[in-house]
């Protein structure tokens, strides 16, 4: 069973094995130098700025979404799955940045290069449950999160990879606090008090 602690070892593990990986492949692969993908041509401020308007931009649409009446059922398992982690705020944003880190640096940084913007969306996106032929509700949001981390690949080629980690870690923080925070339709709501 996943508990808290599982998780943020995942998290971690993430965060290293990704980097590890990543490392290996650019050094390996390609004729990038490691730090300099990271970097990018543009000032750290401008890829800041660029990853936290994209990040949360689409996270709110992504967050629509999901709110979406037809996605209430996959709605509520996320947020039943979130919530039984008992996850605190601080527990999100490290989870969040271990995998805005780690799996740009694998994804973007080491294979977007050698298999393409789309093709490493599609298997990115597939490979966390969000492309599925049985369960038509999770693959509409699955064809909306295609569609933007294609564009956090984009960002990558344009900006550097820190906008793309700022990206992701932004849409990983906000939609893993509305899930832990969300009311689950279907369920017993908690009494509250009218003192």
Partial sequence: MLNRSTFIN????????FGLAAYFIINTYTQQDFWQIIT?????????????AYGLLVAII???????PFQKATKNKYAQLIQSLDLRISDIILVSFCAGVGEEL?????IQPLAGIWFTAIIFVALHGYLNPF??????YGLY??????GIGYLKIH???ASS???HTVIDIYLLYKLNNEYLEGEPQPETSDI
């Fill in 10 to 17: 995942l998290a971690l593990l993430t965060l290293f094995g």
């Fill in 165 to 167: 980690m700022i990206a």
């Fill in 135 to 140: 369960n038509w509700q999770i693959s509409i």
């Fill in 145 to 150: 999160m295609t569609m933007i981390i294609a």
């Fill in 40 to 52: 990018g041509e543009k000032e750290w401020y401008f890829q800041l700025g660029i990853g936290l």
């Fill in 159 to 161: 900006f550097g990879l």
């Fill in 106 to 110: 694998f994804f973007r940084g080491a």
């Fill in 62 to 68: 992504g967050w629509m979404i999901i709110k979406m």
